[in-house]
C-alpha cells in the first residue's frame, strides 16, 4: 500500500493566495480514450469566438492527438505522468512518443516563462465519479471554483489529493493553478452525451466565474463564508495478490459503482472468483473513489481510499 502520508503531510490549511487566473488554457485528449474533453476542446478550437470570455485569454489544447486518433489512453507511456520532475526526462528525440509530446506541450503552453495561470484537464473514468473536481492542494482560486460548482450542482464532488513538487506529474502542474475534471461512469472510448455536457458546462461556468470576479475580489475571504464537504485522499489500494504476485480478486459486485459512499469494516469489497468468497474491507472505514477503475488495472489499482472532510471556512477537518 502506498500511502499519501509516506511522501508528504497532507496540508488541511487554505494555501496563499494570487491575483485573478487570467490566462486559462483548457486541455482535453490527455488520455485519447476519454473524448468527452476532446469533444469540449475541438468546439473550443473550432468555434473560439463562442468561448471568449471577457477579462480572460482561453486557449485550447488536444494533448494526445496520436492517441486521440487511435482511441487509446496513450500509445508508448501514460502521458500524464510525464511533467514535473519527469519532463526533466523528455528530449525532442526521445523514441517514446509522450516523452517527446510533454516537452512540446511545455513549450505550446508558454515553456515556463509564460506558464498559463490555470490549466483545466479534463477527463473521464469507468469509476462513478460523477464530476470530480480533483484539486492537488487547497490552493484558493481552485477551491473556490470548485465549491462554486458544488453549490450549482449536487453531482460536483471535490477531491483533495496532495501532491509535493516532487510527486506532481501530472499535465495541469504546467499552470500556475491546476484543475483536474473527472467524470464518470463513461465507458472509455465511447461519444458520451452527458459527459460532454458535464465537461463542457463545468468548464464554462468556471470560466465565468472567473470572469465576473472583480479585480479586488478575495476567493480566500469568500471561502471563510462557505461551508462544504470534500474529500482528502489518502492512499492508493492495490487488487489483493496470488502467491505469484497476479491480481486475484474482482470488485464485489456489492461495492461496484459505490464511489464517494463510506466502508465500514467487515463490507464486502472483493471477491476470489476461484473459491467464490467475499474479501470484505479491513480497517477503519474508509471512502472508496476511482473504485475498479478500467485505466488502472493496468497498474493493479483497485481503487483509492479518502475521507471526508467538513470546510469550516479556514481549513478542513475531519468528518
Ligand atoms: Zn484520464
Known sequence: METVDDHLEPSFILG??????RKIAVVGGTHGNERGGVWVVEDLLGRPQDWQVPGLEVIGLL???LAIQRNLRYLDRDLNRCF????LHSRPDHEVWERRRALEIFEILGGGADRPDLVIDLHNTTANMGLTWILTSLDPWPLYLAAKAQESDPRVRILHTPESAQSNVFLPSLGSHEITLEIGPVPHGTHSHWAWLAARDQTRQALHRLASASDDFSPSQALQ???FEFYQTLSVESYPLDVN???C???HQEAQGRDYQPFAEGMALFVDPSRETTIPHRGPPMVPVF???AAYVESGIAFHATRRLHWTGTRGEPC
Do not use: F, H
Open 16 to 21: 496563499p493566495e494570487t491575483s485573478r487566473p
Open 63 to 65: 494533448a494526445n492527438p
Open 84 to 87: 514535473g520532475p519527469q519532463l
Open 225 to 227: 463564508e462557505m461551508r
Open 245 to 247: 504476485g497476479k491480481p
Open 249 to 251: 480478486a474482482l470488485i
Open 291 to 293: 473504485l475498479g477503475e
